[in-house]
C-alpha cells in the first residue's frame, strides 16, 4: 500500500517545521528563526490516526530571494507531483495565493492554515487532513487475471540488481495479493522455469516475470500460455496501462539521434546489468541502428520541458504513487510526447507486446 504523501508549504519562517515536528510527536526538522533553515524537503514516515500511514514532508521556504532561494523554491515544487494532501501555511506573503494556485492546478487538495490558533489546534488539523483525503479505489495488481485456485508462476531473476537477502518490492506486493486471492504461487529464476513447468499437471494459470527474462520466459512457455510482468501489472495498477501501449508504437518510430527521456522514481546506485541506464537504451539502440541521447532523471527529478524528447520511458513505480505516475502521464500529454513503461517497452523491444497479458483493471 502506498504511504499518503502530506506536503507542508509556506513561506520561509511561516511556521512549517514547528507544526511538522509537532505533528510527529518529535523533532523531524530542525527549527530556527533564521530564514531558510529547511534546504531539501526532509521526509518523515509516519501513522496518523484515521489516515494510516503517511510520509510527512517538510518543504523549503519560498521567498527568499537569491539563487539559492530559487534553488529551493524549485525543490520545493517538485515534491507537489507526488503530493496527496498539502498543508499550506498563509503568513500575508504575497507569494501564499500563487502557491495555492499551484497546488490547485496539480489537483491537490489544499489544507490552509490561516493563524497560529489553528496551528496550534492538531486535532482539528488531523480532522481536516482527514475531510481532505482522496477517495481511495484500491486496485488489485493482478487485475483480474487470477482467482482462487489459479497456480501462477513467478519469474524472479536473482541477479547482481536484485537486493541481498530480500526480494524487490513489486515481487512481495504481487505475490501476497496471490496469497490473499488463495491461488497457489510457484516461485523460480528463469533458469528453472522448464522445471517448474514440468513438476505441474497443467499449464498455469498466468506467468508473471522480471520484464527484462520477458526473451528467455517466451522462449520456454507454450505460445498460449497467459504471460506479463510486474511492471506491466504496476502500470495496470498505478498508471495508465492503455496510454503505455499506444505510446509503445513510437519505438518504432525511432532514429538515431533522438532524444529519449528515462525516468526513475527511486533513487539508487546503478551496476552494469541496471534495467534502466544500461538495458534499455541498449536495446533501442540495436532497435534504430545508431546511437541515441538518452537522459536519466531520477527521483523526484522530472524536467519542466518535455519537449525536447522522442519518448518518454518510466520505470515501473514499485515506490512510487499512482498520483505522482499519474502526474507524469499527464505531463507527457500535454507536451505530446509519448510515454510508456519499462515492461511495455522491453515487450515491445523483444517484439511479444502483442502476446503479453494486460491487466483488465
Given amino acids: 500500500m502506498d504511504r499518503m504523501q502530506i506536503a507542508f508549504f509556506g513561506a520561509t519562517n511561516s511556521g512549517k517545521s514547528t507544526l511538522v515536528n509537532a505533528l510527529a510527536g518529535q523533532e523531524v526538522s530542525l527549527v530556527s528563526d533564521l530564514p531558510g533553515t529547511t534546504t531539501d524537503p526532509v521526509r518523515k514516515a509516519i501513522e496518523l490516526p484515521g489516515l494510516g500511514p503517511c510520509i510527512l514532508v517538510d518543504t523549503a521556504g519560498y521567498g527568499d530571494p537569491g539563487a539559492l532561494g530559487a534553488e529551493r523554491?524549485?525543490?520545493?515544487?517538485?515534491?507537489?507531483?507526488?503530493t496527496d494532501i498539502a498543508v499550506l501555511l498563509r503568513s500575508g506573503h504575497p507569494e501564499d495565493d500563487r502557491w495555492v494556485q499551484l497546488?490547485?492546478?496539480?489537483?491537490?487538495?489544499?489544507?490552509e492554515i490561516r493563524s497560529r490558533a489553528e496551528a496550534n489546534d492538531q486535532a482539528g488539523l488531523l480532522q481536516r487532513l482527514q475531510a481532505a483525503r482522496p477517495d481511495e479505489k484500491p486496485r488489485l495488481l493482478t487485475?483480474?487475471?487470477?482467482?482462487?485456485?489459479?497456480?501462477?508462476?513467478?519469474v524472479m531473476p536473482q541477479d547482481s540488481e536484485a537486493p541481498k537477502g530480500r526480494l524487490i518490492l513489486p515481487q512481495v506486493q504481487v505475490l501476497r495479493e496471490l496469497l490473499d486471492l488463495s491461488c497457489i504461487p510457484v516461485c523460480c529464476q528463469p533458469e528453472g522455469l522448464q522445471r517448474a513447468l514440468d513438476g505441474l499437471s497443467a499449464p498455469p494459470t498466468l506467468t508473471i516475470t522480471d520484464s527484462q527474462a520477458f526473451a528467455k520466459v517466451n522462449a520456454i512457455l507454450p505460445p498460449d500460455a497467459p504471460l506479463t510482468s510486474f511492471s506491466i501489472l504496476l502500470a495496470g495498477a498505478k498508471g495508465d496501462i492503455r496510454t503505455f501501449v499506444e505510446s509503445a508504437k513510437a519505438i518504432g518510430t525511432l532514429k538515431p539521434g533522438d532524444r529519449i527521456l528515462i525516468a526513475e522514481a527511486?533513487?539508487?546506485?546503478p551496476d552494469t546489468?541496471?534495467?534502466g541506464r544500461v538495458k534499455i537504451p541498449n536495446l533501442l539502440r540495436k532497435k534504430v541502428g545508431g546511437d541515441l541521447t538518452v537522459t536519466i532523471a531520477a527521483g523526484n527529478d522530472f524536467p519542466d520541458d518535455l519537449t525536447p524528447y522522442r519518448l518518454i520511458i518510466q520505470c515501473g513505480g514499485c515506490v512510487a504513487t499512482e498520483r505522482l505516475l499519474?502526474?507524469?502521464?499527464?505531463?507527457?500529454?500535454?507536451?505530446?510526447?509519448?510515454?510508456?513503461?519499462?515492461?511495455?517497452?522491453?515487450?515491445?523491444?523483444?517484439?511479444?507486446?502483442?502476446?503479453?497479458?494486460?491487466?483488465?483493471?
Fill in 103 to 111: 497546488l490547485q492546478t496539480a489537483q491537490v487538495p489544499v489544507v
Fill in 143 to 154: 487485475g483480474g487475471l487470477v482467482g482462487k485456485d489459479d497456480v501462477v508462476v513467478l
Fill in 326 to 361: 499519474r502526474a507524469r502521464i499527464r505531463k507527457a500529454i500535454l507536451a505530446g510526447v509519448p510515454i510508456t513503461n519499462y515492461g511495455i517497452a522491453l515487450a515491445a523491444l523483444t517484439g511479444i507486446l502483442n502476446r503479453v497479458v494486460i491487466p483488465r483493471s
Fill in 273 to 275: 546489468e541496471d534495467i
Fill in 73 to 82: 523554491e524549485r525543490r520545493s515544487r517538485a515534491t507537489i507531483d507526488a
Fill in 266 to 269: 527511486c533513487t539508487h546506485v
